[in-house]
């Protein structure tokens, strides 16, 4: 199971961090996935957190989100700057073939 945390309102330029934490004992051990989706769209891949807590990044938020990982809380979080208008979607971790429920991200002034 994944469960996300850390939506909300943010206004343009500001940040939100949002959090993505498994249940497994193994969670650490394998890649996490972020992804966003707007109603009506297709999912969109942003970014990918490896074991060793690097990341990779979709053109559209590289230099400004940032993936980390906190092994102690299972946790892979991901570091929203700048945020922008069209940052505005429900973000969803994803690992392996398990999905977390999702969390809505507003961006308004």
């Known amino acids: 199971q994944l469960v996300e945390s850390g939506g909300g309102l943010v206004q343009p330029g500001g940040s939100l961090r949002l959090s993505c934490t498994g249940s497994?004992?193994?969670?650490?051990?394998?890649?996490v996935h972020w992804y966003r989706q707007l109603p009506g769209r297709e999912r969109e891949w942003i970014a990918y957190?490896?074991?060793?807590?690097?990341?990779t990044y979709a053109n559209s938020v590289k230099g400004r989100f940032a993936v980390s990982r906190d092994a102690a809380r299972n946790t892979v979080s991901l570091q929203m700057d700048n945020v922008k208008l069209e940052d505005a979607a429900v973000y969803y971790c994803?690992?392996?073939?398990?999905w977390g429920q999702g969390t809505q991200v507003t961006v308004s002034v």
């Open positions: 994803n690992q392996g073939s398990i």
């Open positions: 957190s490896n074991p060793d807590g690097t990341g």
């Open positions: 497994t004992s193994d969670f650490s051990r394998y890649s």
